[in-house]
């Protein structure tokens, strides 16, 4: 070989090292120690990995239309022709209630003068490298730095739009808050660099309690997974209980009956964050559709449903706006309260605005 091929092969290994340089870090760490142990005594825990109490089927018998061919059809429509919207977030509180959706899961709530943020992600793209994988459609509406200081960050599950390295390390220093988990999952924070006395990990149906707020991890049909093996941590769904306010965020779940019974015990729920994108025929039994959505937010007896999960990033083959599209129409036969904010948006929930379908010259 020439001394330039040499030259050229030894910057395309530089270069590719350069790119993959997070993906060790940003993989996390299994649980080890007690950690270990509790995940073993967890009943969600089969001996070698978490499940489901419902089964679940990734892709489904009889499935036939191949993924790949979803993803080049769908190819078109899977983003927005127009530029997406962002609000910067208002910071004065307009109720005992309020939320901003920055866009994707990461939602703030504030309830009676406490506040909860839900699954930050900050990144450009929601992948283990910082160059690969799905890129965002838009900013988020705020710097990270900018926002107020909150009482708990929450995480539902460990994939990466959800969890994210970049964002949790940054948290530590801005935020003294603390890190409320599912088992297992703080093993990754540990790796990343959160203080052991900020990390509360909880199975399902266990509660704590955090500047005067009780937030308990309820059931969700979904896996965990950040490398090669799938369910060595706990995903789950969140309860947030206040004085006289209750919310419900579902993180990433399929339908299931369980979500009449955490309406039985935990609700009725003033507002529900509930996922609504990145479904497919081809995963039936982990994201809901639209139509489903709303069935397990009147199972969930809750007021207002804001739907999360879309928009931000591209991690299914249906249209950009079809999930939001869906859910309006479904929410209007079947009587729902919903609100649509803009990424960014502060809602009050006893007042939310009108839906104006502000997504659909874009989409």
Known sequence: MRKSGWL????????????????????????????????????????????NIDPTTVPPAGEKKPIMRDLIESREHRKPHGQIPVVTPSAKPLSSLDVVWYGHASTLVEIEGRRVL???????????????????????????????????????????????????????????????????????????????????????????????????????????????????????SWVVTGTSRRVFYTGDSGYFPGYATIGERHGPFDLALIQIGAYSPSWPDIHMTPEEAVAAHLDLRAGLLVPVHWCTFVLSFHPWGEPVDRLWREAKARGVRLAVPKPGERVAVDQPPLVDGWWQSIA
């Open 8 to 51: 050229a092969a030894g910057l395309a290994a530089a270069g590719a090292a350069w790119l993959m340089r997070d993906i060790p870090a940003a993989l996390g760490a299994a649980p080890a120690g007690k950690r270990a142990e509790r995940v073993r005594r967890s009943p969600q825990f089969d001996g070698t990995a978490f499940r």
């Open 118 to 236: 839900f699954d930050p992600m900050w990144s450009d793209r929601c992948s283990p490298a910082a160059h690969l994988g799905p890129r965002r459609l838009h900013q988020p509406p705020a710097p990270l730095d900018t926002l107020p200081q909150v009482d708990a960050i929450v995480i539902s599950h460990d994939h990466y739009d959800h969890l994210d390295m970049p964002t949790v390390r940054a948290l530590v220093g801005l935020q003294s808050a603390p890190f409320l988990v599912p088992l297992g999952v703080g093993a990754h924070l540990e790796k990343w660099g959160v203080p052991a006395f900020r990390i509360v990990e909880l199975d399902w149906d266990e509660s704590v309690t955090v500047a005067g707020l009780r937030l308990t991890v309820t059931e969700a049909r979904h896996f965990s997974g950040r490398g090669l093996r799938r369910n060595g941590t706990l995903w789950g």
